[in-house]
Nanobody, 128 residues
């Protein structure tokens, strides 16, 4: 049973930056594709970014492309989301998730139902 603990959220002004972290325990972290999703009040959970097992391939939602960067350190069992130039519409609870089955294909990776394990979420609030 993989356990994920995400952290790093907070309150930041528009244009600011935050770095989220997600540490995995149990299981073999390097076997999992990892993703970040977010959910704002009253909205569906949406895909933000994902990174494959080796860290050599990534996907981003159009809304964050060029502003957010996902990375991972398999030696530390950690995945990161560097968020720059934050906007008020980025306000949400952010969740990391592990995708343990199948390849790194876009149609699966952006679908939250394809992920087996989830962090508890970390709140990001961007003030205008």
């Amino acid at each position: 049973q993989v356990q994920l603990v995400d952290s790093g959220g907070g309150l930041v002004q528009a244009g600011g930056s935050l770095r989220l972290s997600c540490v995995a325990s149990r299981g073999t972290f390097s076997n999992y594709n990892m993703g970040w999703f977010r959910q704002a009040p009253g909205k569906e959970r949406e895909f933000v970014a994902a990174i494959n097992r080796s860290g050599g391939n990534t996907y981003y939602a159009d809304s964050v492309k060029g502003r957010f960067t996902i990375s991972r350190d398999n030696a530390k069992n950690t995945v990161y989301l560097q968020m720059n130039t934050l906007k008020p519409e980025d306000t949400a609870v952010y969740y990391c998730a592990a995708h343990t089955r199948g390849g790194f294909f876009y149609s699966a990776i952006v679908d939250h139902r394809q992920y087996n394990y989830w962090g508890q979420g970390t709140q990001v609030t961007v003030s205008s």
